[in-house]
């Protein structure tokens, strides 16, 4: 099993970087130019979850970082529902949709799987932060 010895080396980290990366591309259209409050929403959403990963990271116990664990979760979904008002006002395709949403979704299944893990073997001392 690797040690995880800084929040980069994270896999869930890494795609979720990945993921806004794309956002923060297919948002630069010009199609979302007009709903600067979409926009910025949905950025702040792809970020959250890279940011709660590494925030959690550097908290002291295996329960906090599940927590922040479960927070980049719930950024995931945040993305997840953006995209969906992004494909019906027509500032995304249908597989931009499609690709971004898995995407999201990856991540997410990602995190609470780690989060499981480090729930289960907690015991409130330092994270073990091997995966």
Request: glycine content about 4%; hydrophobic content about 35%.
């Amino acid at each position: 099993m690797a040690t995880i010895e800084k929040f980069e080396d994270i896999n869930a980290w890494k795609k979720a970087r990945d993921l806004s990366k794309d956002i923060y591309q297919i948002t630069g259209k010009k199609e979302f130019t007009k709903d600067f409050n979409l926009k910025d929403q949905i950025r702040r959403a792809s970020t959250s979850i890279m940011l709660n990963i590494a925030e959690g990271f550097a908290r002291k116990t295996d329960k906090d970082f599940a927590r922040f664990l479960s927070q980049a979760h719930g950024s995931g979904a945040e993305v997840q529902a953006v995209l969906y008002i992004a494909l019906d006002q027509g500032y995304i395709n249908k597989e931009e949709f499609e690709v971004l949403y898995k995407k999201a979704e990856e991540v997410s299944r990602m995190l609470m799987g780690f989060s499981k893990y480090l729930r289960s073997n907690s015991n409130d001392s330092l994270p073990k932060k091997s995966l």
